[in-house]
């Protein structure tokens, strides 16, 4: 029997998750609204990760990254650092296909932006370092949700307040995903924005995902099957053992 997780755990981590550069603060009504909780219960998980260093009050009812917080983060680099070459990466494969591309890492919200290199068009797609993506409608998320077991993948759901109804509808993708290593969004999470996007596996589990991604209309087939080649080879570069 698989052990119970512990919700509360996961929903104070998905408080963290909220901080970005365009929100350096959390209040308990921010928490609430974007977790859905009742106010009660955001300003309790909000209290508890002050006393335990995680947070700091700023002011009355604001807070923002603490001090235990910051070493845990210095601490995550140093034990899992990107791949020196990531960025140099990104930036040779938006040189050769002339679209935006980024990599992701997981996190229970979504896929985490973690490095980007910017299309130079007229008209292009751009997304910076730092955001969070929604896991179930990006080509990202899917890769993220294809790598876990079906009580895993049920766990988190259940975490997030997802329907099962609604990850049921994803499986044929999510299944689609786990046999090919890549998948594809035309449209799913914005309208008229494309992405393809592969995993980087290290140690038999997708650490990093690694996408091109633009507006629908340049994503012919052609221009898909070119870019989730050279999207693999670059994964496989980046690849652990």
């Known amino acids: 029997m698989a052990t119970p997780v512990n919700l509360s755990v996961i929903k104070a981590f998905d408080a963290l998750d909220l901080f970005c550069d365009e ?11 974007e977790l859905r909780l009742s106010y009660a219960t955001a300003h309790r998980f909000l209290v508890t990760l002050e006393t335990a260093g995680v947070l700091t009050t700023v002011r009355r009812g604001v807070f923002a990254p603490g001090p235990r917080l910051a070493r845990l983060g210095r601490m995550a680099e140093d034990l899992a650092p990107l791949p020196r070459s990531l960025q140099a990466t990104l930036d040779a494969l938006r040189q050769e296909l002339n679209e935006s591309v980024m990599a992701c890492r997981f996190t229970a919200r979504g896929p985490l932006c973690v490095a980007v290199s910017a299309a130079q068009r007229p008209i292009s797609v751009n997304i910076r370092t730092g955001t969070t993506l929604p ?30 109804a609604v990850l049921r509808a994803i499986e044929p993708a999510l299944d689609q995903a786990q046999r090919s290593g890549h998948a ?11 992405a393809v996007s592969v995993a980087v596996r290290t140690g038999g589990r997708t650490t990093l995902t690694l996408s091109v991604f633009g507006t629908l209309s340049r994503f012919d087939t052609a221009f898909i099957d070119r870019a989730r080649d050279l999207l693999r080879d670059a994964a496989e570069g980046l690849a652990g053992p």
């Open 184 to 194: 594809i969004n035309r449209g799913d999470n914005e309208p008229d924005i494309a």
């Open 23 to 33: 929100r350096p603060e959390l209040t308990a009504d921010t928490v609430a609204r």
């Open 135 to 164: 896991m179930l409608e990006t080509a990202q998320g899917r890769l993220f949700l294809a790598d876990m077991s079906v009580r895993d993948r049920a766990g988190w759901a259940r975490a997030q307040g997802v329907e099962p």
